[in-house]
């Protein structure tokens, strides 16, 4: 099995606040890889790191053997490290198939971005129906929709997933997670942060728990999910 991404003692905060404290981790290609951790473990601060929103105070990161630490986001963007952001931060006037259009904005993108747009369209038929519609005016499932489709416009070999289920409903919830499962079958590799914790165990092949900067547990996604601690600490069971 091979790295995709490859994380060694990364450290990172805000100001003089230190948030990440020697994170180390790896992404094995063509896994879902799961990150879970509590409110305020540093979390979304990874995900901010790795697409380089953040800067990080000591460590490495290299994505496909490649030394991505100093580089800027639209770097690793064009080496194939893409982020759904918290929240999707989409621009809420812009139609579906502009958002989409942004997406394959990276050069390696461009080739071939009529054929992606094809498949995302069946992957998401919501999206293809309300093509014309603004982002603003999408249900929350749809703009999550539109928010991965314009991740995986990008081409990416890594995308990264930050809260994708915020404010779901259960079954917008569920289908998300379908939509994961589908978008691994097509060779991407995923690696995940998200807060149902059971949902997010269930598909992940391997996961790591982040606890106050500090990975403290790591395992495959089904060992962590019949896990004494984990299921009293995260699942409440």
Known sequence: ????????????????????????????????????????????????????????????????????????????????????????????????????HIGAYPRHARAGAAERMEALYELFPRLRERRHARAGSLSGGEQQMLALARGLMSAPRLLMLDEPSLGLSPAATAALFDS?????????????????????????????VLEDGLIVAQGRGGDLLGSPTVRTSYLGL
């Open 1 to 100: 099995m091979t790295a995709l991404l490859e994380v060694d003692g990364l450290s990172a905060g805000y100001g003089e606040i230190p948030v990440l404290k020697g994170v180390s981790a790896n992404v094995i290609e063509g896994s879902i890889t799961a990150l879970i951790g509590s409110n305020g473990a540093g979390k979304t601060t990874i995900m901010r790191s790795l697409a380089g929103l953040l800067r990080a105070n000591a460590g490495r990161c290299s994505l496909g053997g490649v030394d991505i630490t100093g580089l800027r986001p639209d770097a690793r963007v064009d080496l194939g490290l893409v982020l759904v952001p918290e929240g999707r931060l989409l621009f809420p006037e812009f139609t579906v198939a502009e958002t989409l």
């Open 180 to 208: 994961i499962l589908e978008i691994r079958r097509r060779g991407i590799t995923v690696f995940l942060v998200e807060q149902d914790v059971h949902s997010t165990l269930e598909i992940a092949d391997y996961a790591y």
